[in-house]
């Protein structure tokens, strides 16, 4: 058995509440190292920037600072979301059409805060959690459609979930965009933004240097408050979120990995 798997079963068997406090305390530490000795500050840049988001609240936690920073300088800022939302832990008592739309309203209010308009935010409404099981079809069809959106903005900039971002359709979203681009022709500055990365990656000793290399932060104090209001438009994902995991998010740097195109 491999140590990565021996200690994913060994997380199984630690009560949840001692699991959450752990995983806290190794995602503040890791962030904290990479901030202070593992990055170096990325500077502010008038490009212009797509984010591809799976769910409707990813690129306010991993991006929400540069989408205000970048939108406070009128720089163009388009955001894509690839999932419908349908499958987060909101109410039983909504239905899952109810539910999609509860997260569209919030996707937008949300933006609108950061300072992007409704007309800049495109939904691809790809059921939720089956990103990486698309069969070839609904794949080549869904890098058609990212392709498609790359053409026609034409951005500097390309934000993605991270590559190994623990979660399926995080990493997914970062495959399909990655082939969008290579299919577009295009050249952009790719950049990875960290969602679940320091919280589920198992322990330090697993993580490979590699993965967490050529790290940036960039400081978003002067935006920190305009984060945390659009963070709280999210009301149907903040109590389904792990204890700790959005105070992580209301910090005044973001981290981003960058990666060839
Ligand atoms: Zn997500």
């Known amino acids: 058995m491999s140590i990565k798997i021996y200690l994913q079963r060994l997380q199984k068997l630690i009560p949840h509440t001692w699991l959450e406090q752990i995983q806290d305390i190794h995602s503040s530490l ?3 190292w990479i901030v202070r000795k593992g990055s170096q500050p990325i500077a502010f840049t008038q490009k212009s920037a797509m984010v591809f988001s799976p769910h409707q609240d990813d690129e306010t936690f991993g991006c929400g600072g ?3 920073l970048k939108r406070e300088h009128n720089i163009p ?3 894509a979301f690839l999932t419908d939302g349908q499958g987060a832990g909101t109410s039983e008592v909504n239905t899952p059409d109810k539910i999609i739309q509860i997260r569209k309203q919030e996707a937008v209010k ?3 805060i950061l300072g992007v308009k409704s007309s800049e935010i495109h939904f691809l409404e790809k059921p939720d959690g089956t990103l990486p099981y698309l069969d070839e079809r609904e794949r ?3 890098i058609i459609q990212v392709a498609a959106l790359l053409k026609q903005y034409q951005p500097e900039e390309v934000y993605v979930p ?4 623990c979660h399926r359709d995080h990493e997914a979203t970062y495959q399909l965009v990655k082939a969008a681009i290579a299919q577009a ?3 952009v500055d790719l950049l990875q933004y960290p969602i679940w990365l320091f919280w589920r990656a198992p322990l330090f000793i697993l993580l490979k240097l590699q993965d967490i290399a050529a790290a940036y932060y960039l400081s978003i104090a002067s935006v920190q408050d305009k984060k945390t209001q659009a963070i709280s438009s999210y009301c149907s994902q903040i109590e389904s979120l792990p204890r700790g995991f959005i105070q992580r998010f209301s910090s005044s740097h973001e981290i981003f990995f960058k990666s060839d195109s």
């Open 30 to 32: 890791l962030f904290r």
């Open 66 to 68: 540069m989408i205000a």
């Open 77 to 79: 800022v388009i955001v």
């Open 110 to 112: 949300a933006l609108e």
């Open 140 to 142: 080549e069809q869904t």
């Open 162 to 165: 991270h590559r190994k971002d």
């Open 185 to 187: 022709g295009i050249t």
